[in-house]
């Protein structure tokens, strides 16, 4: 008898279309079109709306045409252009990209959720997003930053996975979006450590299983590491109609010629890697803008490569490995990309260079995109001043320092070397 197994497809939804959302939205479009027995063949993007006018970056500038100089709905724009003519201006997107400006109703029958904001919007977003979602979906956090609140830090896969109730993984690495939408060969890292009832043969839907991963540091105990291990909240299992959400088919959904993908399960490692580079990429910046020079940025990196590998211990024990931090994208090689040309280093390096402030030079020059190092540098601050621990944490605490006006780029090494 023909199995009934696999008649569905999985529908994705990118939740964001900045330069990161619209260039993962453009990659995975490539892929279900190559994969149409696993997935829909439209894939949503999640659009902020807002009214544009088309830049001269565009492939669509026409300085002779009224519609050039008329602002638009940049939704509409992105379905007529195929481009998203602010956040990723010059590259053509796959027809089968759908820009949709209604939230909820961009998700509204996807299993499969893609989360490229800034991690500030995380929050209000999901709430939008609770009760709307398929509740058999799962998630995966392309998002840098950490979530941090009087009630502790979390990972943003674990913000996303507590307020929706679903699984969700994180994709991280040393990916500067521009030079991925213009497939240049890079490489990412994936967590995706399924729940198993995605993995072995397909349960009933609705049966009760494993559940969203959570780490939540708690406040009150201090001393207490914590896990991302599964607790006891309870997933919905993905229907026997679908494909598996296995490890394989993930990296199908992501691995592209151009961008290939090492799966791992450290969720918080990749998810920590992301979010605590950006401090370090500032601190380069800083340097660099004094003029000191590529053994100055090396040192710099080194201490927050350090710092970075601590933290994950300290607050996350063993869920957090060494090695996803030495040995995988997400880690040491986003530090050194993020250090030599992302934009929480090129602005701080500016700011330095001009003797202005960093978020002038943010709204001056990056046009809408958000740099994600500044808002981390103040919450993990928080959190480790809660802690008592901002002095085993010198790097990031000068960083922090440095944003508040309270130390100067020059006092870097005497913050950095051991006392
Ligand atoms: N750009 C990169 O090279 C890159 C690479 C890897 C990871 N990331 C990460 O991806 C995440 C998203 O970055 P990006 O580069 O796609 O974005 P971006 O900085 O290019 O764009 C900002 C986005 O925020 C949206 N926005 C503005 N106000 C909003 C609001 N109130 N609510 C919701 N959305 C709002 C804008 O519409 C826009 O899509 C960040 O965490 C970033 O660290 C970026
Ligand atoms: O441009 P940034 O500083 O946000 O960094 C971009 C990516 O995270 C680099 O991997």
Request: aromatic share 8%; hydrophobic share 35%; proline share 6%.
């Amino acid at each position: 008898m023909a199995t009934l197994a696999a008649q569905k497809k999985h529908k994705v939804t990118i939740v964001g279309s900045g330069n990161w959302g619209t260039t993962m939205a453009k990659l995975v479009a490539e892929n279900v079109k190559e994969h149409e027995s696993l997935f829909d063949q439209t894939v949503e993007m999640w659009v902020y709306e807002e009214e544009v006018t088309i830049p001269k970056e565009s492939k669509h500038y026409d300085p002779g045409s009224e519609l050039s100089n008329k602002p638009q709905k940049l939704s509409q724009l992105i379905n007529t252009t195929h481009e998203n003519v602010k956040y990723l201006p010059g590259i053509t997107l796959p027809t089968n990209v759908l820009a949709n400006p209604d939230l909820a109703d961009s998700v509204k029958t996807s299993t499969i959720l893609v989360f490229v904001l800034p991690h500030q919007f995380i929050p209000k977003v999901c709430d939008q997003l609770a009760g709307k979602t398929v509740p058999y979906a799962r998630a995966i956090c392309c998002t840098k930053g950490v979530d941090v609140s009087e009630r502790g830090i979390r990972l943003m896969s674990e913000a996303i996975g507590m307020r929706l109730n679903i699984y969700c993984g994180a994709l991280s690495g040393a990916n500067i979006a521009s030079e991925i939408a213009q497939e240049k060969y890079s490489e990412t890292t994936v967590a995706y450590d399924p729940p198993p009832m995605d993995s072995r043969a397909p349960t009933p839907m609705g049966t009760p299983g494993a559940s969203p991963n959570s780490s939540q540091v708690d406040l009150i105990s201090p001393s207490k590491p914590v896990s991302s291990g599964k607790s006891s909240a309870h997933l919905t299992a993905l229907p026997s109609e679908y494909p598996p959400l296995s490890q394989g088919n993930v990296k199908t959904l992501f691995h592209r010629p151009y961008f290939h993908v090492r799966i791992v399960d450290d969720v918080v490692g990749v998810s920590l890697g992301g979010a605590l580079k950006n401090i370090i990429a500032l601190a380069a910046g800083f340097v660099d803008g004094l003029g000191w020079g590529d053994n100055a940025k090396a040192a710099v990196m080194r201490v927050g490569i350090l710092e970075m590998v601590k933290f994950g211990k300290a607050f996350f024990g063993d869920s957090s490995k060494t090695s996803t931090f030495t040995e995988e994208s997400c880690g040491v090689a986003d530090v050194i990309t993020s250090c030599m040309g992302g934009r929480n280093f090129k602005c701080a390096k500016k700011a330095v260079e001009q003797g202005t402030s960093i978020y002038e030079v943010e709204k001056k020059d990056l046009n809408g995109q958000k740099l994600q190092g500044t808002s981390t540098a103040y919450e993990v601050n928080a959190f480790l001043k809660s802690k008592g621990q901002e002095s085993d944490y010198p790097l990031f605490t000068v960083v922090y320092n440095i944003l508040e006006g309270k130390a100067k780029p020059e006092q870097i090494p005497e913050w950095i070397e051991p006392k």
